[in-house]
């Protein structure tokens, strides 16, 4: 029973840590470069 306690506690304390987000505007694609590593990737899937 205490284990299944620590397991659920664990899920939400992982679930509630925010999200890394990071700054620069999306193209018409959803696509954008970042501007630190020089990559180019996309949020949202292409239609």
């Known amino acids: ?3 299944i306690a620590l397991f659920v506690a ?3 304390i992982v ?3 925010p999200a ?3 700054p620069g505007g999306l193209d018409r ?7 630190k ?3 180019y990737h996309c949020h949202r ?3």
């Open 29 to 35: 694609d959803g696509c954008h470069h970042n501007r």
């Open 15 to 17: 679930d509630s840590l």
């Open 10 to 12: 664990a899920i939400f």
């Open 45 to 47: 899937s292409k239609r």
């Open 37 to 39: 590593t020089g990559e």
């Open 1 to 3: 029973m205490r284990l």
């Open 20 to 22: 890394q987000a990071h």
